[in-house]
């Protein structure tokens, strides 16, 4: 009898091993590597006085400036504060400890700090820097950067020689105030990229405050500073950009903007966009197709938590994360609620679903900013990666269950329940941008993470054996990068777009994990309202599909 | 406390004092009062005193003299004269109380004990067994003054006051007879935990279950506190036991079906909730949670349990959340006119909450 019973124990194990293989091998393998030639450290220089830009910043981008088929990096650095800063407020932005910096990627995977000779090195002694956006504002077939800022925003055209020029005067594109996220869209489908950036506060170094205890003061939460309005910025297609905020209605809504992300959450069409607000309802403007957006947050069921609560809203991603089809919403915050997942359930209308999806088990101490859904193990379901650190840098002495440096949290994706997965051996940091792309180009998504006071981290996916394929656009009568359009492979959908996040812009390219398939069927609506084919498409490769011309 | 015993005396029936005095004694005496009588207490202090020194043996004029000390707020200089009328008259209700009082006032809360005993002053009594650290029976004579007079915010006071000294006084005689008990390593959890010193907390937590495992309650508190630092997993576990030792128990039947809620543990998170509403039905709160747990699995019956919250809460902050989550539940089954009903009354009611 015990033999039996040992006999079916032998075999019940080996029937499991090829199962726990296919496991290990899609898992994502992740490495914190250091890469070769990256020396930025983002300087957010914290003072006693707790100005809250100090705990904001900063963004990275992961772009293919030369077009040379690498993706390069591009990370935004803060500043010097003075203590106290006065107004008119310099950040010794002059002095190279406190550049942006763009570094090109070699054919050996090495780094080049490309900053000076791409004219990049100096960002403005009166802005402090935060985010970045990528887009190919002027179609010419280069990406073109801008760089969100408190004090004024810089926009640099890519002049696809290795330079790029500050046209920031000439677009109209400035801002003021306090920009944090921005993101290159085209909410009129008119072919050319039009510019979102969100304003956090009204803040100057004059109204700043601290709160806390006397001896041990804290950064004030958000409501003790007046609240602003987003800005958008319509691309006219002669190189110069409108202010749109007032008449297209966005400008109608002020909030407490950190994070945006794009897609057409109706499917009529049009791109629409969220904006993660801090502590206050978020913000989901429905484009009507006409130049103008209506703020539908609320009666959509987008603006509050599962409890009904206002989300502390950081960084946000706009994707389908239960293979329906629908742009479903993922938004980072402040810890003790979990992050917020809102489902679009069609109809126009999202329920929240963090509980549902595993997420209240997921978040809990953590506080969250930058987020991304994409698919790391290639199993055919978008995994969430998310970058975490407390806002509050002494939040220990004031609840000793926090922490402010923090590690990443990776989030597997099992069929619309995510459950926590393994980052391999870490760090922990003050985490704040986070952007995604295929580094090495070996068909599975890493990601590049900042933290103030530090270097950036890079965590290489050295993936398995699943297949994937990666899909870069090439608009026609749409714009060029494609941004807006909606692509099903082999049933997935993503929507195109480099924004989300928080302060920080992804790969522009389309990933997709294709589990044991080998083939793909590819679906493509474009934002000209083209569609687009494709049957039989082999795996593992990276794809360029251009737009047809319309009949 | 002091200012209590001078106005308690205020209140003690004098009449009832006969004079028997001495003649000149006696002129003197009703000198005072008329004095007193005027308002005049310096000039009822001087003719008390010179009465007293006439007839010392007059108990009446003591009292008199000792009564116009308090109400000067000097109960040390009428401790003297009250302490001659209680030799000359220890029967005497109004000499004992005064004198109760006065020592009470000067910090002589053991002395004045006996005083207020004889007097049968329950309330006085009771404050002078609070400062004598005798809590316990100072709650049984605040309860007895209570009795009679239950809307006397001092007693209520006094009463609070006794209550906590007594709670402590229990806690500190557990920690120091039984140092190394389950209930002690409870009790300093509870202290820890009050402090916000979360991991001594625990620490202390799990001691008490290592040495007491069936003690109800205590599964119930740590999984409290893992609840409150979201340690869902943690907490589930901890209320799962408490579920275990005290399966009647609808509390934790209600926070092991939150626990499992924020786990994303739906179906079983509705089925520890609807055992709770069993247990202790129409709990608002444990409808809205079954709410949640069902809005996506059972569109109908959650929208039963958020109808329910809402005929037990009005515009309440959980009567908003109900609306929104049925709101939510509609627009899903494409009801649009309900759903816009129910965001009209979220925002009616979070208008009030701002008003």
Known sequence: ??????????????????????????????????????????????????????????????????????????????????????????????????????????????????????????????????????????????????????GKNILYHNNGDGTFTDVTAKAGVAAGGWSVSAGFFDYDNDGKLDLFVTRYLDWTPETSKTCGRTLEPMYCPPGEFGSTANILYHNRGDGTFEDVSVASGIAAKKGRGLGVAFADYDGDGFTDIFVANDAIEQFLFHNNGNGKFTEVALDSGAALNNAGKMPSGMGVVFQDYDNDGRPDLLITQLPHEPYVVFHNDGNKSFSAQELETGFGALSETSSGWGVGLEDFDNDGWKDAFIVQGHVFDNVHSYDNSLRYRDVPLLALNNHGHFERGNVGPTQPVAGRGAAFGDLNNDGWIDAVTTSLGDGPQFYLNHGGKSHWLTITLRGTSSNRDGYGARVQVNGQVRFATAAGSYLSSSDKRLHFGLGDNSKAEIEIRWPSGIRQSLRDVSADQFLTIKEPERK | MIQVVFFLHLLLPLQAVAPQAADQAKALLQSGIDAENRKDLDRALVEFRKAAELDPSSSDVLLRLGDACMKKHDAAAAIAPLKRAAGLSPDSVPVQQLLGYALLAQGYAAEAIPHLEMARDPGALGIAQLENDEPAKAMANLQSALADDPDNPDLLFYLGRAATAAGSQATDKLLAAFPRSARAHQTRGQGYYQRKMIPEAVKEYEQAIAMGPDLPGVHLELGEIYAGRTEWPRAEEQFRAETTLQPGNAEAAFRLGEALLQEGKMKEAANELRRSDSLRPNMPETLYAIGRALAAADASAAEQALTSVLKIEQNTPLAAEADLLLASIHRKQGKSALASREMEDYRRIQGLKGQ
């Open chain 1, 1 to 150: 009898m015990k033999r039996v019973v040992r006999k079916r124990g032998i075999v019940l194990v080996l029937a499991a091993l090829p199962v726990l293989a296919q496991l290990v091998a899609r898992a994502p393998q992740f490495q914190l590597t250091p890469l070769r030639g990256v020396d930025f450290v983002l300087r957010n220089s914290p003072t006693p006085r707790k100005y809250l830009i100090e705990t904001m910043p900063g963004g990275v981008a992961l772009l293919d400036y030369n077009n040379d088929g690498l993706l390069d990096i591009f990370l935004v650095n803060a500043g010097h504060l003075s203590n106290p800063l006065r107004s008119p407020a310099h950040f010794e932005r002059d002095s190279p400890a406190y550049w942006n910096r763009l570094y090109r990627q070699n054919k050996n995977g090495t780094f080049t700090d490309v900053t000076v000779q791409a004219g990049l090195q100096h960002a403005g002694d009166t802005n402090y820097g935060m985010g970045v956006a990528v887009g190919d504002y002027d179609n010419d077939g280069f990406p073109d950067i801008y760089v969100t800022n408190f």
